[in-house]
């Protein structure tokens, strides 16, 4: 996964990039979503780079993407 920090992986810009999905949603959903907004490569990367399971909420999946930051 790309190191985040760059404007382009803001927390602001993938939460745009999701906006609108039903939640639960799976890590496949989250990533179809985004790229049926027409979502960036670095946002892409990103939500490829979360883990591989169901998300509850968009806390839950800024909280997947801290953690996977942090790393």
């Known amino acids: 996964m790309?190191?985040?920090g760059g404007l382009e992986?803001?927390?602001?810009?993938?939460?745009?990039h999701l906006r609108g999905i039903n939640f639960p949603a799976t890590?496949?959903?989250?990533l179809d979503h985004a790229k049926g907004l027409s979502a960036s490569q670095p946002v892409i990367d990103v939500i490829k780079g979360?883990?591989?399971?169901?998300y509850?909420?968009?806390?839950?999946?800024?909280?997947?993407?801290?953690k996977e930051k942090a790393a």
């Open 50 to 54: 979360l883990e591989d399971r169901t």
């Open 9 to 16: 992986t803001s927390v602001a810009n993938i939460t745009h």
């Open 56 to 66: 509850s909420s968009m806390a839950d999946v800024m909280s997947s993407y801290g």
């Open 27 to 30: 890590k496949k959903q989250l």
């Open 2 to 4: 790309p190191k985040p």
